[in-house]
């Protein structure tokens, strides 16, 4: 019984701790001590789960969101790591594009919205630029720092073995920023999130940001419940994900004991 | 034919702080002889780490001329090792390289050298889990991989304990019996050089020149023990004496 204890106590404390949470406010909601329009309670958000399941309309907005995010994310990926390889790989290349970064990367990028929205309109691609636009940067500026801070005696070994630009960049450069990489990638991964449900909330005619919204207006706790518990558990699922691909390209790092 | 010449060779650097141009060697001039052991001995700031590079062509040099006949590969001081490539993997580096990483004889060549270095049962290691003379030896069969007629050593034993650069000198003199590579050695310890050694230049510092060359006639193979000689505690004091005139 103790071996258990010690072998799990995390996993037994902190259940022990969500499922005391969760009676609690099951009875604070149900039992009228405070006011279920305010909080709800589990288990009428799970009733509402399932209406808005059965409607269809919870797939569609799990869709639509889930769409901008892969677009965005996946764009922010595509352009963030090469341009991140060359702005950390060229010092002039840095130079130029240095202040831009370092100007979008300190601006909260939510507060480009309404420019998306006119540029873009209130669909799909305005969150897409901002799912792009908060993701890209946590990629950029981690990938610069990757390569910049690549071994210099490990390029001075591979030069003198007689490795050509290409091979220096395959073997060594790459390699070597990975980490760093990854990184930047989990990072991005938390703006995009954010870009995706703010970019909702503020206009949109799809998506569970806008279900939230729209909840909300109208005093849906429940629904608006459904949003933010949908919304909280990608982030946690996508966080673990790259946690493990992180330390599984960190193997080769000394292990901390 | 000498595997290596070096003729009246001028290094200088400009020192952008000072704004001074500073001459790291003035007018060397050596030779090395095919399968000839040669250690450079000589004070911190002599140049002999600016001469090996140099050597190694990734140095301009001012004035001579340095001719390296045949291929050359470099161990150097820090293990520079590869961290995400395991043992065998960062062996074959150099080979890969040279586009040899699926020649026909590249896997038992690499199993060989790590036996030869004494690594056997280490090629799935990461450098990390070695210990500094371990990642010296994955050094070394690295640099012996691509078959070199010429290598170079810079201080690689400098960072070890006392007690394993001990053992790294009988080891490097055990697998250099058994390949006979030519080799020059830069250290700034008398006795290694020596032990190691056909031959050690003693240079000067401020511009690092060469001041002396001693021929090492103790015979081969040599043992550690070598060192409490009378004939080696002659030699030590002859190279002591030169380092402080």
Redesign the interface.
């Known amino acids: 019984m103790r071996a258990v204890y010690d072998a799990h106590y995390r996993l037994i404390l902190g259940g022990s701790g969500v499922v005391a949470f969760l009676l609690l406010w099951e009875w604070a909601g149900t039992s009228g001590a405070v006011n279920p329009l305010f909080i709800s309670s589990p288990s009428r958000i799970a009733h509402a789960f399932a209406s808005l399941s059965a409607s269809g309309e919870l797939g569609k907005d799990v869709w639509v969101s889930s769409l901008e995010f892969l677009y965005g994310f996946g764009l922010a990926i595509a352009v963030g790591i090469p341009f991140g390889i060359l702005m950390g790989w060229y010092r002039p290349v840095e130079a130029i594009f240095d202040p831009f970064v370092n100007f979008f990367y300190a601006t909260p990028r939510v507060a480009l919205l309404p420019l998306m929205i006119i540029w873009l309109g209130i669909g799909m691609n305005s969150k897409i630029a901002i799912v792009f636009l908060g993701a890209v940067f946590a990629i950029l500026i981690n990938t610069i720092a990757g390569v910049q801070n690549l ?1 210099a ?2 390029l ?8 050509t630009d290409l ?1 220096i960049f395959r ?2 450069a790459l ?2 920023t ?1 980490p760093f990489l990854i990184t930047g990638v989990r990072l991005g991964l938390g703006h995009a999130l954010i870009g995706v449900v703010v970019g909702e909330l503020y206009a949109a005619s799809a998506g569970v940001g806008y279900l939230i919204a729209v909840a909300g207006n109208t005093f849906q706790t429940d629904k608006v419940f459904v949003g933010v518990t949908i919304v909280a558990v990608a982030g946690m699922l996508f966080t673990e994900i790259f946690k493990r691909i992180e330390s599984h390209y960190q ?5 901390i004991n | 034919m000498a595997k290596l010449e070096i003729s009246s060779v001028d290094v200088e650097y400009y020192v952008a702080r000072s704004q001074q141009t500073l001459v790291a060697l003035s007018d060397v001039s050596f030779e090395v002889a095919d399968g000839e052991f040669v250690s450079i001995v000589g004070p911190s700031g002599c140049g002999k780490t600016t001469l090996l590079n140099a050597v190694d062509g990734m140095l301009p040099i001012k004035r001579g001329r340095i001719a390296v006949n045949g291929r050359k590969a470099m161990v150097f001081q820090s293990p520079s090792l590869l961290p995400w490539r395991t043992v065998a993997d960062n062996v074959v580096y150099g080979l890969e390289l040279q586009g040899k990483r699926h020649a026909p004889e590249t896997k038992a060549k690499v199993a060989e050298l790590i036996a030869l270095v004494g690594l056997t049962g280490f090629e799935r290691s990461y450098p990390a889990e070695l210990s500094g003379g371990m990642q010296q030896r994955v050094n070394l069969a690295r640099a012996l991989a691509v078959d070199p007629e010429l290598l170079l050593l810079d201080e690689p034993f400098a960072a070890l304990d006392a007690q394993t650069r001990e053992l790294m000198q009988a080891e490097l003199l055990r697998i250099w019996q058994r390949t006979r590579k030519t080799a020059i050695f830069i250290t700034h310890q008398i006795d290694e050089a020596i032990y190691l050694s056909d031959r050690v230049l003693v240079f000067g510092a401020r511009p690092g020149t060469v001041r002396a060359s001693i021929r090492i006639d103790l015979p081969r193979p040599r043992e550690l023990r070598i060192k409490r000689q009378p004939q080696f505690l002659e030699y030590y004091d002859r190279v002591a004496d030169l380092l402080v005139a």
Do not use: C, H, M
């Open positions: 071994d005696s490990l001075r070994a591979a030069r003198s073995f007689g490795a091979q073997t060594i390699p070597g990975v193997s080769w790092k000394p292990k």
